[in-house]
C-alpha cells in the first residue's frame, strides 16, 4: 500500500501548527520522578521522555530539556524514585509539574503522602502502586549530529527496589492495564489509558520454532 507523504526536515521546521514527533513516537510512558535535594527538599516532577532500557541490571530512565531541579538532585544525591502514574492520580501528576521555587514540596502542591523509601534517601508517592528505587548510572547532556551539545540531559538509574501493589499480581503476574497507566501523546494536554479490551498478543518468531 502506497501513502501520499507530508515529508519536512525537521531543522527547517514543521510548517505545521504542532510538531508531531511526541504525537508519532507515543503515547509514552510517564517518569514521575521523586528526588531530594542535598539539603533534604523533596522534588516531583512528570517527565514524558521516559522509559525501561535494560533487564539485568534493570536500568530505566528519562530526559530533561533543562538543568532542573530533578536532574540537580539526582546529581548531587546519585538517587531517585520512579512512581507509576496512573487514572485515579492523572490530576495530582499534573499539579506536580508547576513551575514553583527550587524549596517547595510538589508533595505538598499537589496533596500527595511521602513514603519514605527503603533503599535510598528519596520520598515515593504513597498513592501510587507502583515505585522503583533507583541510583544513578549516568548523566549524559545530548549533542546533535554535529556533536554540538544540546541542553537536554538523559538522566540513568539503576533500579535496586521494586514496590508493587498486591492488588496488581493475579497468580503472580502483574496486570498493566489494572493499574491504569496513563500514557503522554502529542499535543499540550493529550493524554491516554489502556484497557484490556484494547489487548492482543503475538508469540515471537523464535517462540514457534519446534
Request: net charge negative.
Amino acid at each position: 500500500m502506497s501513502h501520499q507523504r507530508y515529508s519536512y526536515q525537521p531543522r527547517a521546521g514543521h510548517g505545521l501548527p504542532h510538531d508531531p514527533l511526541n504525537a508519532i513516537v507515543g503515547p509514552r510512558p510517564i517518569g514521575w520522578i521523586s528526588s531530594t535535594s542535598s539539603s533534604g527538599a523533596r522534588n516531583l516532577a512528570p517527565y514524558s521522555f521516559f522509559n525501561c532500557f535494560n533487564y539485568q541490571p534493570p536500568i530505566i530512565g528519562f530526559a530533561s530539556t533543562g538543568w532542573k531541579d530533578s536532574v540537580r538532585n539526582i546529581t548531587e544525591t546519585k538517587a531517585f524514585v520512579w512512581n507509576l502514574a496512573t487514572r485515579p492520580l492523572a490530576e495530582a501528576m499534573n499539579e506536580s509539574s508547576a513551575s514553583i521555587a527550587h524549596d517547595e514540596d510538589e508533595f505538598a502542591l499537589a496533596g500527595l503522602t511521602p513514603l519514605p523509601a527503603s533503599q535510598i534517601d528519596v520520598s515515593m508517592v504513597a498513592e501510587s502502586p507502583v515505585n522503583f528505587e533507583c541510583r544513578l548510572t549516568q548523566c549524559i547532556q545530548l549533542t546533535d549530529m554535529n556533536g554540538e551539545q544540546v541542553p537536554t540531559w538523559l538522566i540513568l538509574g539503576e533500579v535496586v527496589a521494586v514496590h508493587i501493589a498486591t492488588s496488581l499480581l493475579e497468580e503472580g503476574i502483574y496486570q498493566t492495564a489494572k493499574a491504569q497507566p496513563i500514557l503522554r501523546a502529542g499535543g499540550p494536554s493529550a493524554y491516554y489509558g489502556i484497557s484490556e479490551d484494547q489487548r492482543f498478543d503475538l508469540v515471537r518468531p523464535d517462540a514457534r520454532k519446534p
